[in-house]
T-cell receptor, first 116, second 109 residues
Framework: GAVVSQHPSWVICKSGTSVKIECRSLDFQATTMFWYRQFPKQSLMLMATSNEGSKATYEQGVEKDKFLINHASLTLSTLTVTSAHPEDSSFYIC????????????FGPGTRLTVL | GQNIDQPTEMTATEGAIVQINCTYQTSGFNGLFWYQQHAGEAPTFLSYNVLDGLEEKGRFSSFLSRSKGYSYLLLKELQMKDSASYLCAVKDSNYQLIWGAGTKLIIKP
């Protein structure tokens, strides 16, 4: 149980284009989903927290107009990197929890984004 | 400020035992998590402690002392596949995960 998938697993795009990453909880209903970014040899950095049916809460320094998050259902959240630039190249990882404040987060396999 | 400290890197021998320590200072405490992360992959959940004491799960055990702000992850009968980074994370009073930088564990034959 507690399987989270992400699609695509990797993507290469041109500077200025937009990229959408999907995060799905396959065998449980994810009340809350989290989006992280991880640069090489660095720790996970939380970008935003999204609850189903409501607007995402962004961490300080994360541009909400650049990183659009939609959590339209209990099994799907999407992150769209708009007008991507080379500095947005990173490993993007989502996690999901089934509700309750202390419930474990289960991670998707991650999406490696390279912006040329 | 909030802080999670764990060693940057550790080396151990296949078949041996290794203990990875984690100390934390956070605004509130709502549980401590250990995750394993292989290079280029996302973290996978290992353990969760919210009460003091030892939680054992196969070759892995995790210990928590809330009064000392301290936890450790104990790995027994080390295998080469255990070479990975081990991340300590604490949920604070806002139920947000605060992450340590991770401990890179190198297993030698």
């Amino acid at each position: 149980g507690a399987v989270v998938s992400q699609h695509p697993s990797w993507v290469i795009c041109k500077s200025g284009t937009s990229v959408k990453i999907e995060c799905r909880s396959l065998d449980f209903q994810a009340t809350t989903m989290f989006w992280y970014r991880q640069f090489p040899k660095q720790s996970l950095m939380l970008m935003a927290t999204s609850n189903e049916g409501s607007k995402a809460t962004y961490e300080q320094g994360v541009e909400k107009d650049k990183f659009l998050i939609n959590h339209a259902s209990l099994t799907l959240s999407t992150l769209t990197v708009t007008s991507a630039h080379p500095e947005d190249s990173s490993f993007y990882i989502c996690s999901a929890s089934s509700g309750g404040s202390t419930v474990t987060e289960f991670f998707g396999p991650g999406t490696r984004l390279t912006v040329l | 400020g909030q802080n999670i400290d764990q060693p940057t890197e550790m080396t151990a021998t296949e078949g041996a035992i290794v203990q990875i320590n984690c100390t934390y200072q956070t605004s509130g405490f709502n549980g401590l998590f250990w995750y394993q992360q292989h290079a280029g992959e996302a973290p996978t959940f290992l353990s969760y402690n919210v009460l003091d004491g030892l939680e054992e799960k196969g070759r892995f055990s995790s210990f928590l002392s809330r009064s000392k702000g301290y936890s450790y992850l104990l790995l027994k009968e080390l295998q080469m596949k255990d070479s990975a980074s081990y991340l300590c994370a604490v949920k604070d009073s806002n139920y947000q995960l605060i992450w340590g930088a991770g401990t890179k564990l190198i297993i030698k034959p």
